[in-house]
């Protein structure tokens, strides 16, 4: 087992590395380079020669000037040695800051959106795989999958425009710190929160009725029914436990999704999580932020993807650690 | 004295639309309306009225008419005809998509499950890397690069869900390499492709199939994500996200009819598919065959059958 | 048995929510009556002239912005951080709309977004008057007695005449700053404590702009620039009549009243300190759907520029909204066309372009009937020297309206009688894909095919940067003004899209830039326009008609926007806020 996870974690390195570069390079790939906006949203340039000494003028302030792989260096030496992602192009403010402000948004967010999708899709998976095809499974499965049909900007545009015309009542604009006005923030989060584990529901409860069908499908599942077991005992105690596991992989699954799948509710209920960051700054060209952001999510979403994985072959009595 | 219970042989195919109809009517209605989406996009040309970015009239956002039965948008465009190519560019992006991302997801984690060993070390840290990025994240990024346009999108989409989806062929294909019918098949000398087509491949296809099914109604929706954030199919070309995302909204209390009709017709679409893929791991997982469920459900019709006479 | 039952009930309440939630019925219940159009005439509509009511200082006055300030350093970028900044710094000259505009004379609405106030409708603001002492030195007198706000590190300190030297020195200082705007200045100095002195190698008619109201006027403290703390937002210190206090990133940017402010007003006969306003808000609203139903809520005060298409239904539901029209907002929706090259080098084969357009079945079907059907690039609404549509030369005006035979006769004699294939580039922009889409449609007809490629502004930008644009291109300009009339038309300009090159129009102009006298400026300016106008280097889009609303309880507003360039403080310092009415009608 010690071994297992520590081969786990080594092989973390390689694939983080592989990942930064990619990334270092790719967002440097999209076109229309950040100095040449900043150059032509400055307005009134008379002459190319004048563009010309602007663009350079920029690009040395930026450090844009030196070849890519000594940028790639610098980025990677400023964040080993002292934990610092690099400078916005645009705002002029450490992305580490930038990143740690939304950071917390988008986790409740998230959570917000997992405790949805779970308590819709919980209930709904069990039912579905234990009343195969009975009126109830219909009804079950048509619900979660009619939540994940409506798309969620289609139903954040109805839940904000709506109800500002019928009852006069509008999301709120202005963040509200937990610390001020926790039932204010919660029920800032609540919404966009639903609304996002709607989508995700779907998916899972899909996914969990499928492993709940095959595991009252094994023969110790008959056996305990032959031994006469009620059905509450063999679902609870036999059948939910097994078909959870891979349950937890799709939540694993889900996680990157939820850390930077919400932009489009951020937008819309104004609330600036990383998501909205990562579509802004993509606009902007802003090389830095993009690549501090998306490394941040890499790393958080390999990091629980190792959690996974662990709990997973510490429940799991037939994973071979090989 | 129990009779024999004889069972009347039919053919594989028949077999299984009769199952699909009578136990899981629900999934036949989905394939009904699979079959209608697809029919649309096919006969786009023949069944639109009007030609999809024709301006009928010259001023729009009107309502449902017997001219026009959806009305017209903002430009004075029928809504109807622009629903109905719209569905040909929802079939073409979501099946090739899906078709892309599924071969390449089987010859991916098809291939790392089979050999193992260094290719599925290296391989895998490859797909780890890839994984580790938010979908959304992705396609920001690659649709940034590549600029929009619908061949773009597909290729986006594609590789994106071919890559982080080849975790589910290299599991079924690593289970199914421990059966015992595998290493038979090496001692009598079968070469590496003669194994995998004649005996992994058969085996794989029943989850391909589901990942098939369970991944167009996603492809859908996530192009209508990428519309609302305007990387998604340009317009003029009407697809059902972008109608929803752009016009739809913004004249949503002026004409709301420009945000129904295309909400209803992904809705209905996505769930249709939704259903008809369910009905299909049902019927077809191997995984999910005798045991209690179907077994039980076969002989309580027998004997229903036999004590009612 | 129970829980399985409380299980199906949940599911069956959720289910029946997000039914309701998803059908949305139609909600513009009684079939209302689109409000007819306003009146082209008309740029200022007032509901009833306003009772002059006492004002009451205290009170929240609330903003939405569509886009976060980049920085706020004001040497940085033009006008996305000058539009929140903007409340804290001033510049020397300022828009006057206590004489010109709706409080006084009435001649000019300030309320172009993006747009320039007439150099003639200018007054000094951070400086006492200018004097040219001879015909290349001008001079400043700063005014004293101005403090700048009371927040370290400076700490209440007069402002002087280094300070204003500083700030505007800095365009060739900071990088970023376009090196080749100021190229008639020599140098600024400041000759003495309350004295700046710039020396000019040429003379400039728009030279109020460049040097006193324009972008990169605003005066900042020489502390910020020394410590290199100018773009941090705690640090935000100038002499406005609005203090930063807090950023919450990409959400709000909140400031609080300046007790200090040096400027005051007058309101029926008593002058009052300004602002009035013990807080002041800004909230970053990119989505607009939200934002128009925070405005419906009452969460938001003042909407600012808003399309017919949002601002007409929202007038319907709520009659009581104050709200004023403005035809042209001073932004242009223009697609540039190619003047160097292929079948549209040809004068006649651009005229055909614009003919082949019906501009009022555009602005009809766009934009609901409201706005302009074209717009003067040069001399808009409220200049003084504006001619109206109806008033120009028959071969301009013909532009605006619809004859395609005659367009297709052009083409014929130009030869294409069978037309011609051209790209259009567009923006993402919402208006500029339904502009795009039906300019293709209405040039089909007369033979000429044009294929839609939709970029976002980035890769715009980058396309024309580096000299790849296609035959068109679609931007929105802020208006053509003489003070940007270089960037624009000249023939080596990054922002000169067509590569347009008139000897005519450049004689013409730089008439108007070296006349002294402003009605000798604003005779080249007419020929400019109509010059401009004849030889169509810009296909000119019909215009909405924008909207400013506002709640009843906001009082002593007028719909003003800029007077200076991306600052709104000058308005904004005047408004007072009714508590008790807002109380009384539940917000």
């Known amino acids: 087992m010690r071994n297992y996870i520590i081969r786990r974690v080594i092989l973390i390195i390689p694939t983080l590395l592989l990942a930064s570069l990619a990334i270092f390079i790719v967002t440097r790939l999209i076109p229309g380079d950040v100095i040449t906006q900043m150059v032509a949203e400055g307005g009134g340039t008379l002459s190319r020669e004048s563009d010309e000494a602007t663009r350079q003028m ?25 934990g610092d992602l690099g400078t916005s192009l645009w705002r002029d403010t450490p992305v580490t800051k930038e990143i740690l402000q939304r950071f917390p948004i988008t986790l409740e967010l998230g959570i917000f959106g997992m405790v949805t999708a779970m308590i819709i899709s919980f209930p709904i998976g069990i039912y579905s795989a234990i009343r195969q095809d009975s009126a109830g499974d219909y009804i079950g499965r048509s619900f979660a999958i009619a939540c994940m049909a409506a798309p969620a900007f289609w139903v954040g545009t109805l839940v904000v425009v709506f109800p500002s015309v019928w009852w006069g009542w509008s999301p709120s604009i202005d963040l509200i710190p937990f610390s001020e006005d926790p039932v204010g923030n919660l029920a800032q989060y609540a919404i966009p929160g639903v609304i996002l584990g709607m989508g995700t529901a779907g998916l899972n409860m899909r996914y969990l009725r499928t492993t709940m069908l095959e595991v009252l499908r094994q023969d110790y599942i008959r056996t305990a029914w032959s031994k006469g077991l009620g059905e ?17 992989t799709l939540v694993g699954l889900q996680i990157p999704v939820l850390i930077g799948g919400a932009v489009i509710l951020e937008q819309i209920f104004c609330l600036p999580g990383m998501g909205r960051l990562l579509l802004d700054s993509a606009r902007a060209r802003d090389y830095t932020i993009i690549s501090g952001l998306v490394l941040t999510m890499a790393v958080a979403i390999l990091f629980v993807n190792l959690v996974i994985d662990l709990a997973y072959a510490y429940l799991d009595p037939r994973v071979q650690y090989r | 004295m129990v009779e024999a219970i004889t069972e009347k042989r039919r053919g594989a195919l028949a077999d299984f639309f009769l199952r699909l109809v009578k136990e899981k009517p629900l999934g036949a209605l989905g394939g009904v309306v699979t079959l209608l989406f697809l029919f649309t996009a096919i006969f786009a040309d023949f069944l639109a009225p009007h030609g999809m970015n024709e301006m009928v009239e010259v001023v729009g956002l009107s309502g449902p008419s017997t001219n026009y039965p959806l009305g017209t948008d903002q430009l004075g465009r029928d809504i109807l005809s622009r629903i109905i190519y719209g569905a040909r560019v929802s079939v073409i992006v979501s099946l090739v998509a899906t078709t892309l991302a599924v071969l390449i997801s089987t010859i991916l984690g098809g291939l790392s499950g089979f050999f193992g060993g260094k290719f599925d070390l290296v391989a895998q840290r490859f797909v780890d890397a890839w994984m580790c990025f938010p979908g959304l994240v992705v396609l920001i990024v690659a649709a940034s690069i590549v600029g929009p346009g619908m061949w773009q999108v597909i290729i986006c989409l594609g590789l994106l869900y071919g890559i982080s989806g080849s975790r589910i062929p ?37 989850v391909l199939i589901i990942l098939f099914t369970t991944r167009v109604p996603l492809m859908i929706l996530v192009e209508a994500g990428l519309s609302f954030l305007g990387l998604g199919v340009p317009p003029p070309t009407p697809t059902w996200g972008g109608m929803l995302s752009t016009e739809g909204r913004r004249y949503m209390l002026q004409n709301p009819w420009m945000a129904i009709w295309p909400g209803l017709a992904l809705s209905i679409v996505v769930f249709g598919i939704s259903m008809f893929g369910d009905a299909m791991r049902d019927l077809l997982d191997p995984r999910l065959r005798g045991g209690v469920g179907r077994y039980g459900v076969k002989v309580k019709a027998r004997l229903k059958t036999k004590i009612g006479e | 048995m129970r829980n399985k039952i409380l299980w199906m009930l949940v599911s069956c309440v959720m289910a029946l929510s997000l039914v309701l939630a998803s059908c949305a019925p139609a909600v513009v219940e009684e079939e209302e009556e689109v409000a007819p159009p306003v009146d082209e005439e008309e740029v200022v509509e007032e509901k009833a002239v306003p009772k002059v009511e006492e004002p009451k200082y205290g009170g929240t006055l609330r903003l939405v912005r569509s886009a976060s300030p980049v920085g706020f350093d004001p040497g940085l970028t033009n006008w996305s951080i000058d539009n929140f900044v903007g409340h804290c710094y001033e510049k020397p000259l300022a828009g006057d709309i206590d004489k010109y505009g709706p409080r006084g004379e009435n ?24 004097e040219f002492t001879d015909p290349m030195t001008l001079v400043y007198h700063v005014r004293q007695g101005v403090h700048f706000q009371n927040k370290p590190p400076v700490n209440g300190r007069e402002m002087d005449a280094e300070d204003v030297a500083l700030s505007l020195r800095r365009i060739w200082e900071v990088p970023r700053f376009n090196t080749g705007y100021w190229s008639f200045v020599d140098s600024v100095e400041a000759i003495d404590k309350w004295t700046v002195q710039f020396k000019l190698n040429k003379f400039d008619s728009a030279w109020k702009w460049m040097l006193g109201y324009g972008w990169y006027t605003m005066v900042i403290p020489r502390e910020l620039v020394e410590q290199d703390l100018a773009n941090k937002w705690e640090y935000v210190c100038g002499t406005g009549p609005f ?100 079948p549209t080098e040809d004068l006649r084969v651009r005229r055909a372009l614009m003919l082949a357009l019906d501009n009022q079945a555009m602005l009809d079907k766009l934009h609901m009937g409201d706005g302009l059907l074209m717009q003067n690039p040069w001399l808009q609404e409220g200049f003084p020297s504006y001619v109206p549509l109806e008033e120009l030369p028959a071969d301009i005006r013909e532009l605006a309206e619809y004859h395609p035979d005659k367009a297709k006769q052009l083409l014929e004699e130009a030869g294409y009688p069978d037309g011609f294939k051209i790209k259009m580039m567009s923006p993402t922009w919402d208006f500029a894909q339904d502009n795009a889409a039906v300019c293709a449609a209405y040039w089909e007809d007369i033979g000429v095919h044009c294929e839609i490629d939709t970029r976002d502004m980035g890769i715009l930008f980058a396309t024309f940067y580096a000299g790849k644009q296609p ?25 000169n899209i067509g590569r347009w090159i008139d000897p ?40 909405p008609a ?36 807002k109380k009384e009608m539940g917000y």
């Open chain 2, 170 to 206: 290299r599991s079924a294909v690593i289970g199914i390499k421990e059966n015992v019918y595998v290493d038979a098949a090496r001692v009598i000398g079968c070469s590496t492709p003669r194994t995998l087509y004649r005996h992994i491949m058969p085996n794989v296809m029943a």
């Open chain 3, 107 to 130: 001649l000019f609405p300030f309320c172009y977004w993006g747009g320039v106030a007439p150099l003639d409708y200018t007054k000094p603001q951070l400086i006492e008057g200018w």
């Open chain 3, 243 to 342: 203090i930063l206090t807090d950023y919450v990133t990409d959400t709000a940017v909140n400031f609080k009243k300046n007790p200090d402010y040096w400027d005051t007003t007058t309101i029926a006969g008593k002058e009052y300190k300004l602002p009035f306003v013990d807080r002041f808000t800004i909230y970053i609203i990119k989505d607009v759907p939200t934002s128009v139903a925070a405005f419906r809520t009452g969460k938001v005060d003042v909407g600012m520029n808003w399309m017919p298409t949002e601002a007409l239904p929202m007038l319907e539901s709520h009659p009581e909204l104050e709200h004023i029209s403005h035809d042209c907002a001073g932004s242009l929706m223009v697609i540039h066309i190619q003047c160097d090259g292929g």
């Open chain 3, 546 to 581: 924008t909207r400013t609303l506002w709640w009843p309880w906001v009082k002593n507003y007028y719909g003003e926007a800029e007077t200076e360039f991306a600052t709104l403080n000058t308005p904004f310092m005047r408004i007072w806020i009714d508590q008790e009415l």
């Open chain 1, 232 to 248: 509450r005992m063999v679902v609870m105690r036999h059948a939910l436990k097994n078909a959870l596991l891979p349950v937890i």
């Open chain 1, 58 to 82: 920029i690009e040395q302030r930026l450090g844009l000037d030196v070849p890519i792989y000594v940028q790639f260096g610098r980025w990677v030496t400023g964040i080993v040695l002292h």
């Open chain 3, 504 to 543: 005519e129009f450049h004689g013409y102009l730089d008439n108007a830039l070296a006349a002294r006298e402003p009605a000798e400026r604003d005779r080249w300016l007419k020929e400019m326009n109509l010059r401009f106008m004849r030889q169509v280097p810009m296909i000119f889009l019909p215009n």
């Open chain 3, 471 to 495: 035959a068109l291109m679609q931007i929105n300009r802020g208006g053509l003004h003489l003070c940007e009339s270089q960037a624009e038309t000249n023939p080596d300009s990054l922002w």
